[in-house]
């Protein structure tokens, strides 16, 4: 059986859990967040935790009954205490600030980048060479996240471009000049 499957998820207080047709919609105090789960997983909530479980163990069965269980846990941990991703740029002259609720970047580019914030999603920038983007929507936060890294992504000789902040750039060796 799925180990992360098996976990029951706890409710915190103030979260509610509705089940639809295989819809689940978590209310809690940051938002609400509604997702559709495969057809054949069952989810049991009681007053405090929330149960996965799975009708047989064939192979679809098992891949989605972890799947459902991660789903169902960051949608409860979104609508409690949100995500945030944070980014970094690394280069001369390379800035980021908001406008209005846009984000602009001048990453080397001969104009700057304007990034719209999609619904759910906040941007701030604490200084010049950090972003930190933030939702209650985990995959959104990291598809946003990737969307702005792709405008300079790092690049291996002197590390310049958009990072994550713990991303490590391997680095490679320039020009070796044969004398």
Do not use: C, W
């Not at 978590?26 to 057809?39: C, D, M, N």
């Not at 929330?50 to 163990?57: A, H």
């Not at 989605?64 to 001369?92: C, D, I, P, Q, W």
């Amino acid at each position: 059986m799925s180990r992360i499957g098996r976990k029951p998820i706890t409710l915190p207080k103030g979260v509610e859990v509705k089940i639809e047709d295989n819809i689940v919609t978590v209310k809690g105090p940051r938002g609400v967040l509604t997702q559709q789960l495969p057809a054949d997983i069952n989810l049991e909530v009681s007053e405090d935790e929330i149960q996965v479980t799975r009708p047989s163990d064939a192979k679809k069965h098992r891949a989605y009954h972890g799947l459902s269980r991660a789903l169902v846990a960051n949608m409860v941990e979104g609508v409690t205490n949100g995500f945030e991703k944070k980014l970094e740029l690394v280069g001369v002259g390379y800035r980021a600030q908001m406008q209005g609720n846009k984000l602009q970047l001048s990453v080397g580019y001969s104009h700057p980048v304007l990034i719209d914030a999609p619904e759910g999603i906040e941007f701030e920038v604490p200084a010049v060479t950090r972003i930190t983007v933030r939702g209650i929507d985990k995959q959104l936060v990291g598809n946003t996240a990737a969307h702005i890294r792709a405008v300079r992504k790092p690049e291996p000789y002197k590390g310049k471009g958009i990072k994550y902040e713990n991303e490590v750039i391997r680095r490679k060796a320039g020009k070796s000049g044969i004398k």
